[in-house]
Nanobody
Framework: FQLQASGGGLVQPGGSLRLSCAGS????????IGWFRQAPGQEREGVGY????????FYSAAVKGRFALFGDSAKDTVDLQMNNLKPEDTAVYYC???????????????????WGRGTQVTVSS
């Protein structure tokens, strides 16, 4: 199976970017997808969580109101729409999968069993 994050790039402060996480080789609806980010010298940080089959969603306080998750079960993707980007959003962004439906401790990387390769997001003028 495979997870792949894509869509990163360079954007000015206040701009928008949409990342996509595509899954293959497994039953996508059985899993929830978490988005994380890691800036240089910092720990991996949970950004958002979506269980597409139920619509259960969580966001970190740092991005709530600016970021939004969209699931497409037909395409086995979960997109992260990022608006009003700030320089502190600069990081490598990762998506990961995990079983379970309640979303408890969704922000803990150790609760995920598989990770996609990250995509770099740089917010700078």
């Amino acid at each position: 199976f495979q997870l792949q994050a894509s869509g990163g790039g360079l954007v000015q402060p206040g701009g928008s970017l949409r990342l996509s996480c595509a899954g293959s080789g497994f039953t996508f609806d059985d899993y929830a997808i978490g988005w994380f980010r890691q800036a240089p010298g910092q720990e991996r940080e949970g950004v958002g969580y979506l269980k597409s089959s139920t619509g259960l969603t969580f966001y970190s306080a740092a991005v709530k109101g600016r970021f939004a998750l969209f699931g497409d079960s037909a395409k086995d993707t979960v997109d992260l729409q990022m608006n009003n980007l700030k320089p502190e959003d600069t990081a490598v962004y990762y998506c990961a999968r995990r079983l379970g439906s309640r979303g408890s401790s969704w922000y803990l990387p150790l609760t995920y069993d598989s990770w996609g390769r990250g995509t770099q997001v740089t917010v700078s003028s």
